[in-house]
């Protein structure tokens, strides 16, 4: 089910999340790989996407999938959201689809307060919701969430029953 066509397209991910060659980027629970191989092959040998899942057999499977493509530059962690193992303003963007409402409500602000801390600041997060996962995060839900741990709304793109938002975290 993992890989079946979704109303979310990798080309609204790459459009809202618009990656930058040399940025490091962090994807929260990567499935197959899906969305993670476009990323990585917009990074160049200074840039990186590192790929955190608590399914060690999602991990697994995006790495073998990027090696049968020929796609450098992922680094997998084998990890929880609530608790990356990343120091403070790591990465430039961060992202995830269809995997915040797998995370039980009362953890998903702990997830997102550590989002937060491992974005620089002026950095961005980009989440991917479809009616098509049974666990889908509402957008006014999602965005009083972000906002609650310090994120701005900037960009929604998609439509009710499947969008794709970008918040950002302020500079100073």
Do not use: W
């Not at 994807?27 to 060690?56: F, I, K, M, N, W």
């Not at 049968?68 to 193992?85: F, K, L, S, W, Y």
């Amino acid at each position: 089910m993992l890989d079946l066509p979704r109303l979310l397209k990798r080309s609204q991910l790459q459009e809202v999340l618009a990656p930058e060659s040399s940025e490091h980027i962090l994807e929260v629970g990567p499935g197959t790989g899906r969305y993670s191989l476009p990323v990585a092959r917009e990074l160049d040998q200074d840039g990186s996407l590192h790929v955190l899942d608590v399914q060690e057999p999602m991990l697994d499977h995006t790495v073998e999938r990027a090696r049968e493509q020929g796609v450098d530059g992922i680094t997998v962690t084998h990890a929880d959201a609530q608790e990356p193992p990343y120091p403070d303003e790591n990465f430039d963007a961060a992202y995830m689809v269809s995997t915040i409402g797998e995370i039980p409500d009362p953890d998903q602000e702990q997830a997102l307060e550590e989002l937060y801390r491992v974005l620089r600041p002026g950095g961005r997060l980009v989440v991917g919701e479809s009616i098509a996962d049974p666990d889908m995060v509402r957008f006014g839900t999602l965005r009083d969430r972000c906002e609650s741990v310090g994120f701005r709304f900037e960009r929604r793109v998609g439509r009710r029953i499947s969008y794709f938002a970008r918040f950002r975290k302020p500079a100073p």
